[in-house]
């Protein structure tokens, strides 16, 4: 079996659960807490948690260990501006992303107990909530980037024409 192919494999299926479901937690969080459900707030942060933990984090240590195993198999420099700007733009949306782990367990706490008390959300979760919505404001526009380095290499392209 082909080393490049199957590290290539893992990287696009642990981008694929990455971005995903960062994509997909965030619209079904984001929308929930509009409604303002408390019910509906509390089990959708539990299981956005949930999603982090199974999926994201996994995706988290796979997409630089198998990107960084392909830039060593097919021999790219590790100078390459492209392989340079992808590497800090992970780390921005590497940087984003543990706050925002840490906000939405603490969010979900929040809400588990406003919905088993019947009451309102503390001022504190839409503080959480607002600040959450930054961060992945800044964490999202980062990985589309990457994944825009990764498949165009601008370097390695602009220097083959």
Do not use: C
């Amino acid at each position: 079996m082909n080393e490049y192919l199957l590290f290539k494999w893992l990287h696009i299926l642990s981008s694929v659960a990455l971005v995903g479901v960062g994509f997909g937690s965030a619209f079904y969080m984001y929308f929930t807490n509009r409604t303002r459900n408390v019910a509906a707030i509390a089990e959708v942060s539990r299981l956005v948690v949930r999603a982090d933990w199974w999926f994201t984090t996994p995706a988290v240590i796979i997409q630089p260990a198998s990107g960084l195993a392909m830039v060593w198999i097919a021999g790219y420099a590790w100078s390459d501006a492209w392989l340079s700007a992808t590497l800090g733009l992970f780390v921005v949306a590497g940087a984003s992303w543990l706050p925002v782990v840490w906000l939405q367990i603490q969010m979900a706490k929040m809400a588990r107990s406003a919905a088993k008390s019947n009451s309102e959300l503390p001022q504190r979760y839409w503080r959480y909530a607002r600040l959450w919505t930054q961060l992945g404001l800044i964490a999202f526009p980062a990985m589309l980037l990457v994944f825009w380095l990764m498949v165009f290499r601008p370097t390695a392209y602009f220097m083959a024409s």
